[in-house]
């Protein structure tokens, strides 16, 4: 689509992806930097997508009995402190509190930087026997992390999430809890964001400050980068034990609980934005789509035209679909400029000859297709259409995942796989911190995850050469 | 209904009626305590009623073509300081950030009190032409006001709030917006939380720090002080020259815009708490309630008695209800005793008796009054039982205002009325700063609002007896 000279260019994907990123980001509104350093602003178009994402997530999580609470912002630092590898894990990103009004507080407060702390002073007080039990908790909040160099979406002083916590009675029940989070989002990335995803558990490395085991879902971007998508964490009964949290068990002793926590943030918005984007803007996933139907009336000035243009918002609103009819003066080029930049995933052209033939056009955003429909069958149209797109886009993101998934066998393979096409590289791994450090120092690249798939094979480490059996998968990552 | 032994009692609310509401808040399990101090968690069954309460709010407030953004949670103190009288009002009271990880800052942080400062910066790095106005934002967050007393839900040191945040073209606009508001507002307490309220304006005194007007919806509790529910501010532009805040006018020259805020805090559920509740507990209005009907077997243990009341259940549910059925095996005197002290505003009871009659028996928790309903009627009886509870609920809060608001010609009867009664003390004012602080030190009220209904009559200042006109409400407040 020709862009009208009002809407400005965004840099070219291919020249610079980066910036191509950063152009999206403000030119579709979606953020704004503030006058606080390192801190952004979820303008109405990007946080309209975080409620939907919220909504449908929060539906998720629901329905497997999950309940909202809300816990302090605050942390006293020596609760903080209680549990070490969570405080040695965040300290050094911590925002904190010392004034309250004019007066030096006794002690100093953390922002929170996460809350497993809270949760566990929490049930503390409130746990008393296992008939409580499961407690299935999840928070909306904003948390700080005190980073050096941030990026809109992916790396923020303060970001948006969600953070569920819960205890169990067993360990098994605990661990299965993990993994269930772990499958929800999976299925939320790839059918609500209609992005492909590894599961898999990160390396010792690699995992949640505190935590036993952690969970990742991987996906990777049109760069070729990894992102960390989301995490879900099994603690043992570690924190339990550092809380003094504790129940009355069916054996009428006390017992400590086990534990999960799993957290989600508006970064999944950042992996939207470089899965799916192009040269033209953002393209959304049309679950999370503030506007899902754009209604866009050719000719608007001759008779009929607006009037049936409203019309069919009106019909497709009936239906149930999030739809806007742009009747503002501005040009067409513009108008279709201005939706694609903002990823609205179908527009529809109505113009004098459709309205005579009875007809309108509706046109894809992902691949600027063109299908005309009979008036009639507009919403069976529209709904069929949207669920298309969303087949499409998770199509074309697999394919550039599976494209670039290369299988390596020395380092010096998988650094010349990375430096000429990016994406995963698949090896064996024997386990060991310093085969891990390894590639880090001379390939630049990060272990992602040992896939939860495991083939089962037997080879030689990627790095000593040691026979082994874990497939993991390396990368550079946001 | 009596007791079972394993629910604890509350103390009676004429006895102490703060313990009364410090009660029903740990015991109908909305708030717990945290360890840090002024601070509390707000428990599932409180968020639930959060959570209903912000999905309908945000509904009104969309409807009405406002848009949610999320602000950074810390204001730079040189931001929060160019406008006087807001820093003034808030700073006594702020917390202020000072270290980020171990380095301390150059300049400290506020956690936010109220958002307006940084709005304003906002928009004035994205405010451009006049076709972009009105802008009207809300955002759903938590502040901090560092109190010295604190209490669940009424005076807290963090708590949950929506703040809208409005910019327009003219006064006029602006105006109409802060009045629209402050409909929305009486509107949801009466229509969704079953409290009436005078709409009224704030003298010079109780207005919001920086304001140029502030109005409110001032609630009667049960023990006749009153609550200040939610308040609508209109600016001018004063705000927009203090943070230079500018767009292209029609006439092509730049123009300052006008500006409003508006909000409403979990302060409402403790007006709840104490507007409805009575010694057996809570008593929640249908529309927030997260358990709107419970259904309770009777001799459960009987053939077809679960599965009859599993049928009812689904129906229910099925009806759009939020509806819960308990089998377990604690007494039914304990069921009935512990949905009463959560506020379930409708219980279902259906025994083999009921079941062979082809009935059930709904009970409101509001009025104890049992309503025997036909098996097949049981939607459209429910659902009218929480229509009329919500009636009664709103009607009995009516009587308690209207039977509770006095008139006085001095302050010496003021005085006597409000330490016989309490209430609301109707009086002329003359509008002099002397006199209200007057009517603080001699009668211990403060002016809850002079209500927008003005009689028009002339009459004596209450406290220095010169003529006047104005109606003001005078009380003791939470």
């Known amino acids: 689509m020709a862009q009208d000279k009002r809407v400005e260019q965004i840099t070219d994907m291919e020249v610079d992806f980066a910036q191509w990123y950063t152009d999206i980001c403000r030119k579709a509104e979606l953020v704004e930097y503030a006058s606080v350093k390192g801190f952004t602003i979820l303008r109405p178009y990007g946080y309209a997508i975080w409620e939907n994402i919220q909504n449908i997530m929060d ?122 989070q772990l499958n929800c989002y999976a299925d939320f990335f790839e059918n609500v964001l209609a992005i492909p995803v590894v599961r898999g558990r990160k390396t010792e490395k690699e995992k949640f400050a505190g935590a036993e085991a952690t969970y990742t879902v991987e996906c990777m971007m049109k760069d070729r980068k990894s992102l960390q998508g989301a995490t879900s964490h099994y603690f043992g009964d570690k924190f339990s034990r550092a809380y003094d949290v504790t ?38 996933p049309p679950q999370i789509a503030p506007i899902q139907v754009i209604v866009l009336p050719i000719a608007q000035h001759k008779p009929g035209v607006l009037e049936n243009a409203e019309k069919l918002r009106a019909r497709l609103e009936e239906a149930g679909m999030r739809v806007k009819l742009d009747d503002s003066d501005n040009s067409m080029g513009w108008k279709c400029a201005q939706y694609e930049m903002k990823g609205v995933p179908l ?23 063109k299908i005309t429909v009979k008036l009639e069958d507009l919403e069976a149209a529209v709904k069929e259409q949207l669920g298309v797109i969303h087949k499409m886009m998770y199509e074309k993101a697999l394919k550039n995942m599976t ?75 946001y």
């Open 247 to 284: 129940f009355t068990g069916r054996d009428n002793k006390l017992q400590y609980p086990f534990q999960t926590s799993w957290g989600s943030t508006t970064r999944m918005i950042g992996a939207v934005i470089m899965t799916h984007g192009d040269n033209n803007g953002l393209v959304l």
């Open 59 to 180: 539906g998720m999580f629901k329905k497997t009995g999950h309940v909202n609470v809300a816990m302090p912002v605050l942390i006293p630092e020596s609760l903080l402190k209680k549990e070490g590898e969570l405080v040695n894990g965040f300290a050094p990103e911590v925002a904190w509190v010392t004034m309250g009004g004019s007066e030096k507080l006794e002690e100093r407060l953390a922002f929170r930087p996460t809350s497993e702390t809270m949760f566990c002073d929490h049930w503390h007080s409130v746990l008393h026997s296992y008939r409580e039990l499961p407690m299935l908790y999840n928070q909306w909040c904003s948390v700080i992390r005190w980073e050096k160099t941030t990026r809109p979406f992916l790396r923020s002083r303060e970001f948006w999430w969600q953070e569920g916590h819960t205890i169990h009675e067993t360990a098994e029940e605990a661990q299965k809890e993990t993994e269930q």
């Open 403 to 477: 494209d670039n998934t290369y299988e390596a066998n020395t380092i010096e393979e998988a650094d010349k796989l990375q430096k000429e096409h990016g994406g995963f590289i698949k090896t064996k791994w024997c386990g060991e911190l310093d085969c891990e450090l390894a590639m880090k120092e001379k390939a630049g690249m990060s272990s992602r995850c040992m896939p939860l798939k495991q083939s089962g094979t037997k080879g030689k480490c990627v790095c000593c050469g040691r026979e082994c059996t874990t497939d993991i998968y390396w990368g550079i990552s």
């Open 347 to 369: 527009r529809v052209e109505c113009g004098p000859r459709d309205l005579e033939a009875g007809q309108c056009v509706l046109v894809r955003r992902n691949d600027s297709e």
